[in-house]
Nanobody, 127 residues
């Protein structure tokens, strides 16, 4: 049974950093080639923050986080990471990791592309 468990969320002041981790279990590597982080703030729609294509390491970012956030993965440990620097209050949201079968520049941000989702971890940034 597939399971994704996020960790690393918390409360920080503006300008601070957090590193989110997503441990994937119950899946074999060939079952998913794309990993991503999404976030959802209260009263707002879910949005894709960052994605990574496992086969060649290509990364994708939401424009507002590019240059501040970095997505990466540790294949050996089946873990997906999101390093978040320069956080601001607009980054406050619940962050979810997801993995799926494929991704591309035109598709990585679509939630429907992902088969499995974690329960999320809360990130709160105060001014």
């Amino acid at each position: 049974q597939a399971q994704l468990v996020e960790s690393g969320g918390g409360s920080v002041q503006a300008g601070g950093s957090l590193r989110l981790a997503c441990k994937v279990s119950g899946l074999i590597y060939s079952q998913y080639y794309c990993g991503a982080w999404f976030r959802q703030a209260p009263g707002k729609e879910r949005e894709a923050v960052a994605g990574i294509y496992y086969l060649d390491g290509t990364t994708f970012y939401l424009a507002s986080v590019e240059g501040r956030f970095t997505i990466s993965r540790d294949h050996a440990k089946d873990t997906l990471f999101l390093q978040m620097n320069g956080l601001n209050p607009e980054d406050t949201a619940r962050y979810f990791c997801a993995v799926g079968g494929t991704c591309s520049a035109s598709r990585w941000a679509r939630g429907a592309e992902y088969y499995y989702w974690g329960q999320g971890t809360q990130v709160t940034v105060s001014s």
